[in-house]
């Protein structure tokens, strides 16, 4: 397929209930090019999961427009149903079933025929051939994974959705999934769009991205581009002795000091400008660990929201802040 795979116009989704209504989608834009890893980045209640079920039929648009797999969502959703697959959050898998029969289910349950040699190939292909007939109540955590795409993936269809697809996992599992999701989309030629609030996720994975939040797309492009648009570098400074914040803040220059755990991050203009200057404020033998680091998808959403994508509880944040001071005067 060429063009777009998904092309969305105007897009808006209230939620109404008796308690009042939540407009969790408002006027969203997106085209998302045939064959890309697409990922929409959002913090918790941006409306990226209600993207995914609109997209897919499961919930109806309040207006709008959208195609998927080159057909209408609200009048050909049959056509798009057949042509999508979906990874969701939860588990899909039903664990008294072998991964064999787990695709036989899906098999029936989507009314495919002919659907055997492609199990095959699938289970050939997430390394799953040798456990094909074993309970999957024994599989490991990315071997489950690995069978929810396998499933998703049967009817062979243009364009999987993964909603939040590494939630909870550990970091190996995380990496090993962020390869089958790339490895998948060049072999089977599908387009991916994924949901995350994980910054390293979109950047490592994602071919472009969205950000989104309260329902607006805010910046999309490449992560390269994205990143383009923010002139900062963030200087990383692990030291001994507590910073005289006010005192670095003084030089030109600098935007932002922040203590982040065991370090503090200080957000700059240019690195190189600011170092001679730095070191001449602070008492090199207590640093331990200088690092310089370009801006991140991270410094995108903070200049264009003022918030960072994991802090939606400001109250903590407080709290950690009072605590690290108390720490600072006491000791
Ligand atoms: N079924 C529903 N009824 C009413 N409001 C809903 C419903 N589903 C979602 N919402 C609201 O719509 C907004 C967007 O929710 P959504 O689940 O799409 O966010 P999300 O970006 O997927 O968040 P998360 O990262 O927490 O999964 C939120 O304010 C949410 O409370
Ligand atoms: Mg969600």
């Not at 098999?107 to 492609?118: F, G, H, I, N, T």
């Not at 700059?268 to 690092?291: E, F, G, K």
Request: with cysteine.
């Amino acid at each position: 397929m060429n063009g777009s795979a998904i092309s969305i116009r105007d897009l808006s989704k209230v939620y109404r209930s008796k308690g009042g209504s939540v407009k969790a989608l408002d006027s969203v834009s997106l085209e998302i090019p045939a064959g890309t890893v697409f990922g929409l980045l959002g913090p918790n209640g941006a409306g990226k999961t209600t993207l995914i079920k609109v997209l897919t039929g499961i919930s109806p648009m309040t207006g709008g427009e959208a195609t998927v797999a080159g057909f209408d969502v609200r009048t050909d959703s049959l056509k798009v149903r057949a042509r999508i697959g979906w990874v969701a959050a939860e588990v899909i898998l039903d664990d008294d079933f072998s991964a064999r029969e787990n695709l036989w289910l899906q098999a029936k349950l989507q009314d495919l025929e002919d659907w055997e040699p492609r199990a095959d190939v699938l289970l050939k292909y997430f390394d799953l051939d040798r456990r094909a007939d074993d309970k999957v109540s024994g599989f490991s955590t990315g071997m489950r994974k690995k069978l929810e795409i396998a499933l998703a993936l049967l009817h062979q269809p243009a364009v999987i959705f993964m909603d939040e697809p590494t939630i909870g996992l550990d970091v190996n599992t995380r990496r090993m999934l962020w390869e089958i999701v790339t490895g998948v989309h060049k072999e089977f030629g599908v387009t991916v769009l994924l949901t995350t609030h994980y910054i390293e996720e979109a950047e490592a994975l994602c071919d472009r991205v969205a950000i989104i939040d309260h329902g607006h797309i805010i910046a999309q492009g490449t992560p390269a581009e994205l990143k383009a648009r923010v002139k900062a570098d963030i200087v990383r400074l692990d030291t001994d002795e507590a910073l005289d914040v006010p005192r670095i803040s003084a030089i030109p220059g600098v935007q932002e000091v922040r203590s982040e755990g065991n370090e503090w991050a200080i957000r700059t203009a240019s690195a190189a400008t600011l170092l001679p200057a730095l070191l001449a404020t602070i008492r090199t033998d207590s640093v331990r660990r200088i690092t310089v680091e370009g801006p991140s998808l991270e410094t995108v959403f903070l200049d264009l929201t003022g918030r960072r994508i994991g802090q939606e509880e400001p109250m903590r944040d407080v709290r950690k802040f009072y605590a690290n001071m108390r720490r600072q005067v006491g000791g």
